[in-house]
């Protein structure tokens, strides 16, 4: 009988935490496509604009999402990339990031199981 391998304890935390992008991948990653671009431009501040740009993007990488840390380096390059004031943790909601798991997955056609 074989050895279950166990995952050490960084590489719990390297699977646990949000991916590294170089400039090429935010690039490709934080792309949005036309349909959503429109809907993010309706979202009432620049904080949820950016969050949902994060959250779209680490999803569209590895078909998770992650915690929002309030130092997350991408804050900065989706704010700039996309003319948006600085990102403000304070201004989003629990409900806010529930909403918008729902809508990237269903963007990306995930159903819950029920």
């Given amino acids: 009988m074989s050895v279950l391998q166990i995952l050490t304890k960084d590489e719990i935390k390297n699977f646990e935490s949000a991916p590294k992008f170089d400039l090429l991948a935010k690039n490709h990653f934080f792309k949005m496509t036309d349909a959503l671009n429109h809907m993010t431009m309706e979202m009432k501040n620049d904080s949820n604009k950016i969050l949902f740009i994060l959250m779209y993007g680490y999803f569209k990488a590895t078909n998770r999402f992650f915690e929002i840390q309030n130092d997350d380096e991408n804050f900065t390059y989706i704010a700039t990339r996309n003319n948006f ?16 798991k729902q809508l990237i997955k269903s963007h990306f056609g995930i159903n819950e199981y029920t």
């Fill in 85 to 100: 004031n600085s990102f403000n943790y304070n201004e989003v909601t629990l409900r806010t990031i529930q909403r918008y």
